[in-house]
């Protein structure tokens, strides 16, 4: 079946329109008793990247893989029947419509495509030499022999990575780019806010996300406080002693 989808950009301008090919999940065999389960990251881990990557003073690059899923190889035998409505709009599949055909890779819609993506993604890593994490297993680190050190935290088809050697970055880039098909989206210049205050979700260059926060709720300098027990750090503002409202706190995402 398809589904269709409309993707907006964060000024909520049309991006595109998307159409999707999915197997059917009610179709498919429920007595399966593999584990089904893939990490991805939270917005804990993503906390404690970010404060990593701005202890190290750097930047941190986005990248997308294009329809990850369908690049992920099947590692059971499954059988799907392609519409006959595809013979007319694609002649070259007219072969194959009407009958079963075995996948020989993953789509959107089958019951392990998410696992199936992580496994091949977790061996191209491995490959690399990167080591998972033991508690965040979707947190990679790759540390060379002289020193430097790449950090990749993945989340299904989204990855952020960063490291203080350009040469390096460019060199793991190119390698990823062999494997897999994917857009490189530069250093991350937007940053998902959320204030607890008004409830607001929106997007604004790093540089500007303090001083609007300040501006908007009133604040004065803001303070960085580390908290000894836990291994992330937040952005506390404290109010002015003038306003009467009491303290509050925000957290960047």
Known sequence: MEIFKVKVKSDGSLDKLKTRLVVRG??????????????????????????????????????????????????????????RIFSILFLEYEWCTGKPVRLAMSMCGTTLCGKYWYLDLLDFLKELG?????????????????????????YVDDMLYHGKNPEKI???????????????LGNAELLRCFCCVVFVVFFLPQ???????????????????????????????????????????????
């Not at 460019?170 to 994917?182: D, Y």
């Open 207 to 253: 540089d500007e996300q303090m001083l609007a926060l300040q501006s908007l709720l009133h604040f004065s300098q803001p303070k960085v406080a580390a908290i000894p027990s836990a291994t992330h750090r937040i952005f506390v503002a404290s109010a002015k002693k003038s306003s009467p409202e009491p303290v509050h706190h925000f957290h960047f995402l």
């Open 170 to 184: 460019q060199e793991f880039e190119k390698q990823l780019g062999e494997r897999f098909t994917l857009e490189l």
């Open 130 to 154: 990167f080591k998972e994490g033991g508690c965040v297993k979707c947190l990679f680190i790759n540390e060379f022999k002289d020193g430097s050190k790449i950090y990749l935290l993945n």
């Open 26 to 83: 009610d179709l498919q065999d429920k007595n399966i008793t593999e584990d089904k389960w893939s990490p991805t990251a939270s917005f804990w881990s993503l906390k404690m990247f970010l404060t990593h990557a701005s202890r190290l003073k750097v930047r941190v690059r986005p990248l997308d893989f294009v329809g990850a899923f369908l690049q992920a190889k099947m590692r059971t035998r499954m059988f799907v029947t392609m519409p």
